[in-house]
């Protein structure tokens, strides 16, 4: 595989947590950086999801759909050279969908993270 082929793909997680960096070729598609995801998703948290539905991917404000590629996703900001793009991860499980909001009031509310728009 070509090395400009290649992109630097970090998942922050709800508390502020990341998985990655990771390579991954810009062929690859979304769902399978939710598999990924999935398999590599920290044991200890509160918040596990169990499949690859149960995550959502958000890369420069919008909800990444499972059939598009990474580059077909990339923000234009991401062609810098080694830079190393960030995607949010939310995770909403399959049974808490059909449940009421109240769920979010749940959540711990000291998790600190900020996007920086550049």
Known sequence: MPE????????RLYDGSD????RYSSSSTVAMLKERIV???PRDKQIIPKIANDVKLISAGKILENSR?????K???GELPGGIITMHVVVQPSSA?????KKVDELP????????IL
């Open 109 to 116: 509310k000291n998790a600190a993270c900020s996007c920086s």
């Open 4 to 11: 400009e082929d290649l992109l630097e793909l970090r998942f």
């Open 75 to 77: 923000p234009t900001f």
């Open 19 to 22: 998985i990655g960096p990771i």
């Open 69 to 73: 590629t990474i580059s077909q996703c």
């Open 97 to 101: 969908k059909s449940k009421t909001e």
């Open 39 to 41: 398999s590599e998703w």
